[in-house]
């Protein structure tokens, strides 16, 4: 549980910083990808350092819904075909490591 909760809080660390390094044109998907990355980050923090298991933990939750986002976020915002591989395979690891995670017993 802890490795998992670890990368997708590391994941979420690279969704604050990869405006930055791809360098988006648009303002507005720097915001939305520092913001939803930051609030990845988190949740997966604290879901590691409580080990709340199973389906109720909101921490799990609030880590996965942001990796949905993230695999939306590239039609609304991206137009180079890297940048779409990028956001889309790191959200969709990041909704798997929390689906798995909160099918895990403790």
């Known amino acids: ?15 604050v910083f990869a405006p930055h390094w791809i360098q988006f044109a648009h ?17 997966s923090l604290f ?5 709340k298991p199973g389906w109720n933990s909101w921490f799990n939750w609030l880590s996965m819904l942001s990796g949905i986002w993230f695999v ?3 039609f ?8 779409y591989i990028i ?5 969709i690891t990041t909704v798997m490591l929390n689906y798995y995670t909160m099918n895990e017993d403790l």
């Open 1 to 15: 549980m802890a490795v998992k909760n670890l990368l997708a809080a590391l994941i979420g660390l690279l969704f």
């Open 27 to 43: 303002e507005s998907a720097v915001v939305t990808s520092v913001v939803f990355g930051s609030i990845q980050f988190i949740a």
């Open 47 to 51: 879901a590691f350092y409580l080990k």
């Open 72 to 74: 939306i976020f590239p």
């Open 76 to 83: 609304a915002y991206l137009s180079g075909l890297a940048e």
């Open 87 to 91: 956001y889309i395979a790191l959200g």
